[in-house]
C-alpha cells in the first residue's frame, strides 16, 4: 500500500516466457497499428483485464429499488420524437 514514504514508482518490470511463434505474432500485429511490442501488449492486456473485471460487476440495491427498475423495463416506451426522427433518418450513404 503507498504511503506518503512509499509512493509507487511509475513503472514495474514484467517479465514473460512466450513461444517464439506467438512473439512473431505480436510482433507483426503490432508493427501493424505502428506500435512497439511492449505498448501492444500492454495496451492489450490493460484491456482484456478491463473486460473481464466488467463483464463480473455485480450492482448490489435494496429490493425496493430493483423493484423500480424492473418496472420501468417493463413498462412501454414513452413517446420520443427526437429518437424516433434520428432512426427514420436516412443515413449518408443511402441519402443520394
Do not use: C
Not at 30 to 48: H, V
Amino acid at each position: 500500500m503507498p504511503t506518503s514514504h512509499h509512493p509507487l514508482p511509475k513503472s514495474v518490470p514484467l517479465n514473460i516466457r512466450v513461444k517464439p511463434e506467438v512473439r512473431n505474432l505480436i510482433d507483426r500485429a503490432a508493427e501493424l497499428l505502428g506500435k512497439n511490442r511492449t505498448d501492444f501488449m500492454l495496451e492489450a492486456s490493460q484491456r482484456a483485464a478491463e473486460d473481464a473485471l466488467l463483464n463480473r460487476l455485480v450492482f448490489t440495491v435494496e429490493p425496493d429499488v430493483y423493484a423500480a427498475f424492473l418496472a420501468r423495463l417493463d413498462a412501454p416506451p414513452q413517446q420520443n420524437d427526437r429518437l424516433r426522427r434520428t432512426m427514420t433518418a436516412k443515413t449518408p450513404w443511402d441519402a443520394s
